[in-house]
Nanobody, 119 residues
Framework: QVQLVESGGGLVQPGGSLRLSCAAP????????MGWYRQAPGKRRELVAS???????NYADSVKGRFTISRDNAKNTVYLQMNSLKPEDTAVYYC?????????????WGQGTQVTVSS
């Protein structure tokens, strides 16, 4: 069972910052597109940001300019730096590893970490 271990969620006031971390096994991390998704109550899970093995990134329009995704290949860890947080950012955030090696693909998920933005 592949485990993605997340940390860093919590309660923050509007305008504040949080950093999420997600560690993966090296064999998975080095061959995966890493991403962060979120799911708010009553809503579908949505992609927040993703980072390719080479470092190229992609962001949802709603977080551009506020969130930064990065990966540390030496630590097998992906980060999501979230600044200028808004109440609408409140959700459970999930780390995702989309593993691709030759013809093999697998999707791995973390357990989720709650982010609550409220005064």
């Amino acid at each position: 069972q592949v485990q993605l271990v997340e940390s860093g969620g919590g309660l923050v006031q509007p305008g504040g910052s949080l950093r999420l971390s997600c560690a993966a096994p090296r064999s998975i991390f080095s061959n995966s597109l890493m991403g962060w998704y979120r799911q708010a109550p009553g809503k579908r899970r949505e992609l927040v940001a993703s980072v390719f093995t080479g470092g190229a990134t992609n962001y949802a329009d709603s977080v551009k300019g506020r969130f930064t995704i990065s990966r540390d290949n030496a630590k097998n860890t992906v980060y999501l730096q979230m600044n200028s947080l808004k109440p609408e950012d409140t959700a459970v955030y999930y780390c995702n590893a989309y593993y691709v090696l030759f013809s093999t693909t697998e999707n791995y998920w973390g357990q989720g970490t709650q982010v609550t933005v409220s005064s």
